[in-house]
């Protein structure tokens, strides 16, 4: 009877174990002073929600937000453009300043880019404008990006789209998942990550399916994910979680986060990224902890953020530039 209870009590522990998530990381590091970032100084600021930035390395931004808001901060000033839709828009990513992508509520498409020019016409002369791209879709669309010739929107009930030049945006059928996907991730080489409700990672494949990860002990909304590849990037979301993936099939936890919804994740690297979300909650995050920034610069909730390199005219270095933004127009840069 006790040889009985002893080989019970070992499968338990075993299966206890293998289903317990990951420990994390240690957090030792003190709020940062002094970094901080400030609102943009430009005319004509929008003043609706913005819920998604980025930007091309020439410094031209892009914010879009609530009711058909699209933004562009150009030469140190705001040009809003025409509505050409009352939905709200989630999210832009484009590959170039005239090719920019975005999509939002009831599976809204807009295409940022040059139009076919007419026979009598001079190409160069073509300015890129907005257009209604048609959608196969009238579910919420959360996320667009590209990379490696690929280009994927993502968004509620499991709704993944790929785009081709000759097709257009076409519905992936029968996929991985019925859970709304949030956040969408492309590398250089093509490969996408996704994540979204209950712990939801998913993961593109090479013949263009996708599959999905389950992560052990993990099951909050998780927002956006950011990367410097499929095999390496963190995963934001709901209570302060935030998950790295570092080049296998284990997802770290690292700690430092207050218990608030992570709504957005940028980095130049692995070592050097930024997390924005609710209450004006700005993090840095150098791979092995994330470190909140005290005071914070705004209490208003922050959705995305996005940077890049720019160049210091002044002293001739490199150094990391990023853009937040978040509800009533508010836009921050820095640090």
Request: glycine share 14%.
């Amino acid at each position: 009877m006790r040889s009985c209870f002893v080989a019970l009590l070992a499968l338990l522990v075993t299966a206890c174990e293998t289903s317990k998530p990951p420990i994390p990381i240690p957090n030792d590091g003190a709020p940062i002073q002094g970094a901080f970032f400030r609102p943009v100084d430009a005319p004509d600021a929008p003043a609706g929600n913005l819920f998604s930035v980025w930007g091309d390395r020439d410094g031209v931004v892009w914010a879009v937000g609530e009711k058909g808001l699209v933004a562009r901060l150009h030469e140190g000033r705001w040009e809003v453009a025409e509505p050409l839709t009352d939905e709200d828009l989630r999210s832009v990513w484009g590959r170039a300043a005239d090719d920019v992508w975005v999509v939002g509520t009831r599976g809204t498409i807009l295409h940022y880019s040059k139009r076919t020019p007419l026979p009598e016409e001079d190409p160069d002369e073509i300015l890129p404008e907005w257009r209604l791209e048609p959608s196969p879709t009238d579910l919420d669309l959360n996320a667009v990006a590209g990379g490696g010739g690929r280009l994927y929107a993502v968004g509620q009930s499991g709704t993944i789209l790929s785009h081709d030049e000759e097709a257009g945006w076409t519905l992936l059928e029968d996929g991985p998942t019925l859970e709304t996907i949030n956040g969408l991730f492309v590398d250089g080489g093509g490969r996408a990550v996704a994540v979204g409700n209950l712990g939801l990672l998913l993961r593109s494949t090479e013949d263009g399916g996708w599959s999905r990860q389950r992560i052990d002990g993990v099951n909050q909304p998780l927002r956006a994910v950011w990367g410097i590849d499929a095999d390496r990037f963190y995963a934001v979301g709901l209570d302060g979680i935030i998950l790295r993936a570092n080049g296998d099939e284990e997802l770290e936890p690292i700690p430092g986060s207050p218990k608030v919804f992570l709504r957005g994740i940028f980095g130049t690297s692995m070592g050097n990224a930024w997390i924005v979300g609710w209450g004006g909650t700005v993090l840095h995050l150098n791979g092995s902890r994330a470190t909140p920034i005290d005071p914070a610069a705004t209490d208003r909730r922050l959705e995305a953020v996005w940077g890049r390199w720019v160049v210091d005219p002044e002293t001739e270095e490199s150094r990391p530039l990023f853009h937040l933004v978040g509800v009533n127009g508010t836009v921050l840069y820095g640090p």
